[in-house]
């Protein structure tokens, strides 16, 4: 009986070695980490001429640790959060701040929120392309209320996928 109780004792420790790893979230992704430059392709919407005032903070420090994203994106000096996609190299990151004071058309406004929704997709590991969400959120002052939609390609280095050696 006590051979019986240690060998199943063993058979599980083995099971649960080899499930570890995917109840974790590590999974390989092959999204290098670094900084990236987010350089827009294509606007959707920009309803105050934002994209003019902040794109050149459109940087993105990206981090990857088992399916959880975090990224240091430059408008604001957001933290952004999200994940890897169970069914591919897709992933979604999601940011905000409070109580900021910006200047937007040419106006001081104090904003009471920014918030930053992010959708890409791997192309290589020095690429992914996507699309950006960036709201101004103003409940006193209706003039302070924008919003920028983007389609972008984050790019490592300046070295896109075709110029990969």
Do not use: K
């Given at each position: ?5 240690s060998t199943l004792r063993r058979l599980c420790l083995v099971a649960f070695a080899l ?9 390989p992704y092959s999204q290098n980490e670094g900084e990236y430059e987010l350089i827009p ?16 903070d459109f940087q993105l420090g990206l981090q990857v640790s088992g399916r959880v994203v ?96």
């Amino acid at each position: 009986m006590v051979r019986a109780v240690s060998t199943l004792r063993r058979l599980c420790l083995v099971a649960f070695a080899l499930a570890a790893p995917s109840l974790a979230g590590c999974l390989p992704y092959s999204q290098n980490e670094g900084e990236y430059e987010l350089i827009p392709t294509e606007v959707l919407r920009d309803d105050c001429n934002l994209l003019a005032e902040v794109q050149g903070d459109f940087q993105l420090g990206l981090q990857v640790s088992g399916r959880v994203v975090r990224a240091d994106f430059g408008v604001q000096n957001m933290q952004l959060l999200g994940y890897f996609l169970e069914d591919g190299d897709a992933f979604t990151a999601d940011g905000s701040v409070a109580n900021v004071s910006i200047t937007t058309r040419g106006e001081e406004c104090l904003l009471d929120q920014v918030r930053v929704h992010l959708d890409a997709t791997t192309q290589c590991v020095t690429q992914f392309d996507g699309q950006l969400r960036l709201v101004y959120a103003s409940n006193g002052v209706a003039r302070c209320n924008c919003e920028l939609w983007v389609r972008f390609e984050g790019v490592q280095g300046n070295t896109r996928c075709e110029e990969e050696p």
